[in-house]
């Protein structure tokens, strides 16, 4: 059985870059309500350890390398952030696809990074659906922790 804590990191990672990538090259803050979804602090003024895990997997992508940003919001998200030349380049890289449904998922509706190889796509349209970061939206929008996972795992291992 997977550690929650870890499948979450690799969650707000994916979400993370997603934001990053998105707004690029503009510098915005992040909260982190975005990563790890609205959390009420408890009667203490503390929150949960999933909304703390996606104040620090904000910090982490940082110390890695590759995020950057001014100044944390408390530690509710960071101001003025953007990818760094490292993380643009991991997002914007062709990849065959990172992860493969299991033979059995095949014929279901599944959202997660299906090249249509059986069209007549020009090759711009495949080489965008090989980007790296379409194969994250594409993990991030189907809801499969186990893709989510494996891509971010890919981006954090290979070095642009």
């Not at 970061?133 to 809801?143: C, D, E, F």
């Amino acid at each position: 059985m997977a550690d929650i804590n870890i499948e979450n990191f690799y969650r707000h990672i994916a979400t993370i870059f997603n934001i990053l990538y998105r707004n690029f090259p503009t510098k915005v803050a992040i909260y982190v309500d975005e990563v790890a979804g609205i959390d009420e602090p408890d009667e203490y003024g503390l929150h949960s350890p999933n909304y703390t895990a996606g104040f620090f997997a904000l910090l982490w992508l940082a110390d890695e390398g590759y995020i950057r940003y001014s100044d944390a919001i408390r530690q509710d998200g960071i101001d003025q952030a953007t990818l760094s030349h490292k993380g643009f380049l991991r997002l914007t890289q062709i990849s065959e696809p990172i992860y493969h449904p299991p033979e059995s998922d095949s014929s279901s509706d599944s959202n997660v990074v299906k090249l249509k190889e059986n069209e007549n796509l020009s090759p711009s349209l495949v080489e965008d659906q090989k980007l790296i970061i379409n194969q994250l939206r594409h993990a991030l929008h189907s809801g499969s922790s186990i893709a989510t996972t494996k891509i971010v795992q890919y981006i954090l291992r290979h070095t642009a």
